[in-house]
């Protein structure tokens, strides 16, 4: 975007006009300039490092909110009188306001919850997409992007600029039983409800082990107990019965191997299972393993469309348009959705994941005033480091009002890692 010629031109306008504020949901200021006595302005974030990769920065280039909305910014609607006063008097306009569709307090409880380890945090709502909350870290401040610039750069270990939100890949682990649960259900439509595997804590299949977590013998498990317990041996059982070309088709109706339908940049997930994949890659994949990979983004849409009723509505993160008296120029919604499972299905993931926190490994998001439905992971991503937690959640089960993804890298189990972040966010929201 910096090169951009479009945005080049678009700089001009700020010989006329003040760029206008970022706010959250409720009128917060994330971003905002100060015009000093002289003149001269400089662009102010004042929650610092919080929102960093979603509203972005535009002094060291345009990244985030302020890259994707750089037009709004530096378009003022006000009133024709008020403007032509001001030219008269050499005064620039205020640019118009982005109200975005973060909160502030959901934003906050994210981004102290995961403390100083990297990974991201992502809360929608379900049922219109809306983007809640975004955090990834490393992070860096923008208001001295300009001078911390190179330094950053430098730190390739790091890569702070990435929002690993929508743009960092992790292997899924177990919460991608969810996907491959769905897909023997289709499969099996009939005889799914009789599958039952028993348990001894290593399944060994020819040459390979699969380990259980910890090596625990979870005895005999239906599908559901299989999701409850994330069974590792059960999935890789499964994984062996599942045709590859059907699963493949499901993954790309659920956006893995797509282009994001989501504005800010994005990765693209990856699930790639060919006809002669190989019986270890296949019993790897069935359990979140393999070659599969998926943005923290992609995995709170997934969970969305499950609480939605299987209708996955494309997320948003701006609002609307207001100019600098806070009248509406315009508004937004989310661009589309996707059916990407039947209502039936959804249902039935749901109580797999309420079976989750009332009997499994997501007891941590347990609550006397609501409940939650969720599902863990812990995945691999090297050999001898520690396991990505990852925790992706929704609530309340029988009205979702936010779904939830978060990762946490080389923090191991994602139960009792990510989950309390979960639940400070889901008590937070839901006493409101
Ligand atoms: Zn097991």
Same mark, same amino acid.
């Given at each position: 975007?910096?090169?951009?010629?479009?945005n080049?031109?678009?700089?001009?306008?700020?010989?006329?006009?003040?760029r206008?504020?970022?706010?959250s949901?409720?009128?917060?200021?994330l971003?905002?300039? %100060?015009?000093?006595?002289?003149g001269s302005?400089?662009?102010y974030?004042?929650?610092?490092?919080?929102?960093?990769?979603?509203?972005?920065?535009?002094?060291?280039?345009?990244?985030?909110?302020?890259?994707?909305?750089?037009?709004?910014?530096?378009?003022?609607?006000?009133?024709?009188?008020?403007?032509?006063y001001?030219q008269?008097?050499?005064?620039?306009?205020?640019?118009d306001?982005?109200?975005?569709?973060l909160?502030?307090?959901?934003?906050?409880i994210?981004?102290?919850?995961?403390g100083?380890? %990297?990974?991201?945090?992502?809360?929608?709502?379900?049922?219109t997409?809306r983007?809640?909350?975004?955090?990834?870290?490393?992070?860096y401040?923008?208001?001295?992007?300009k001078?911390?610039?190179?330094?950053?750069?430098?730190d390739?270990?790091n890569?702070?600029?990435?929002?690993?939100?929508s743009?960092?890949?992790?292997?899924?682990?177990s919460?991608?039983?969810?996907?491959t649960?769905?897909?023997?259900?289709?499969?099996?439509?009939?005889?799914?409800?009789?599958?039952?595997?028993?348990?001894?804590?290593?399944l060994?299949v020819?040459?390979?082990?699969?380990?259980?977590?910890?090596?625990?013998?979870?005895?005999?498990v239906d599908?559901?107990?299989?999701?409850?317990?994330?069974? %590792?041996?059960?999935?890789a059982?499964i994984?062996?019965?599942?045709? %590859?070309?059907?699963?493949?088709?499901?993954?790309d109706?659920?956006?893995?191997?797509?282009k994001?339908?989501?504005a800010?940049?994005?990765?693209?997930?990856?699930?790639?299972l060919?006809?002669?994949?190989?019986?270890?890659?296949?019993?790897q994949?069935?359990?979140?393993?393999?070659?599969?990979?998926?943005t923290?983004?992609?995995?709170?849409?997934?969970?969305?469309?499950?609480?939605?009723?299987?209708?996955m509505?494309?997320?948003?993160i701006?609002?609307?348009?207001?100019?600098?008296?806070?009248?509406?120029?315009?508004s937004?919604?989310?661009?589309?959705?996707?059916?990407?499972?039947?209502g039936?299905?959804?249902?039935?993931?749901?109580?797999?994941?309420?079976?989750?926190?009332?009997?499994?490994?997501?007891?941590?998001?347990k609550?006397?005033?609501?409940?939650?439905?969720?599902?863990?992971g812990?995945?691999?991503?090297?050999?001898?480091?520690e396991?990505?937690?990852?925790?992706?959640?929704?609530?309340?089960?029988?009205?979702?009002?936010?779904a939830?993804?978060?990762v946490?890298?080389?923090?191991?189990?994602?139960?009792?890692n990510?989950?309390?972040?979960?639940?400070?966010i889901?008590?937070?929201y839901?006493?409101?």
């Open positions: 975007m910096i090169n951009n010629s479009y080049a031109r678009l700089d001009r306008f700020s010989d006329r006009v003040v206008g504020e970022i706010l949901g409720s009128g917060d200021i971003a905002m300039t %100060n015009v000093a006595q002289d302005e400089s662009r974030y004042p929650y610092g490092s919080m929102f960093a990769h979603t509203v972005g920065y535009s002094t060291r280039g345009k990244t985030g909110i302020e890259s994707l909305a750089n037009f709004y910014l530096l378009t003022s609607h006000m009133n024709p009188l008020e403007q032509v001001n008269l008097r050499d005064k620039k306009n205020p640019g306001n982005v109200v975005t569709t909160d502030l307090e959901l934003q906050k994210a981004y102290e919850g995961m100083d380890r %990297n990974g991201a945090v992502v809360v929608m709502e379900p049922a997409g983007i809640l909350a975004m955090v990834s870290k490393p992070d401040n923008p208001n001295t992007i001078e911390d610039y190179d330094s950053i750069i430098e390739t270990d890569s702070s600029l990435v929002n690993r939100a743009q960092g890949l992790y292997p899924p682990g919460i991608f039983k969810l996907v649960a769905l897909e023997f259900i289709r499969e099996y439509p009939d005889s799914w409800q009789d599958f039952t595997y028993t348990c001894p804590g290593v060994a020819e040459d390979y082990s699969i380990r259980c977590s910890g090596g625990t013998a979870h005895g005999t599908l559901k107990k299989a999701v409850e317990k994330s069974c %590792n041996g059960a999935f059982t994984g062996l019965m599942l045709n %590859n070309e059907s699963f493949t088709h499901l993954c109706t659920l956006l893995f191997n797509q994001m339908p989501f800010l940049a994005s990765g693209r997930s990856r699930f790639n060919t006809a002669d994949a190989d019986k270890w890659e296949v019993l994949t069935a359990f979140g393993q393999g070659n599969t990979q998926i923290p983004l992609h995995a709170a849409m997934i969970v969305a469309a499950i609480a939605n009723g299987g209708e509505k494309e997320p948003y701006i609002e609307r348009i207001e100019n600098a008296n806070g009248q509406k120029v315009q937004f919604a989310s661009e589309g959705s996707h059916r990407v499972m039947t039936d299905e959804a249902a039935l993931l749901k109580d797999f994941m309420v079976g989750v926190v009332s009997e499994g490994t997501g007891k941590s998001v609550s006397k005033d609501y409940q939650a439905a969720a599902k863990t812990s995945a691999q991503f090297e050999s001898g480091k396991t990505h937690a990852w925790f992706v959640a929704f609530a309340p089960a029988d009205d979702p009002k936010l939830i993804s978060i946490l890298e080389e923090t191991g189990a994602g139960g009792t990510a989950g309390p972040i979960a639940k400070k889901f008590d937070a839901l006493s409101r």
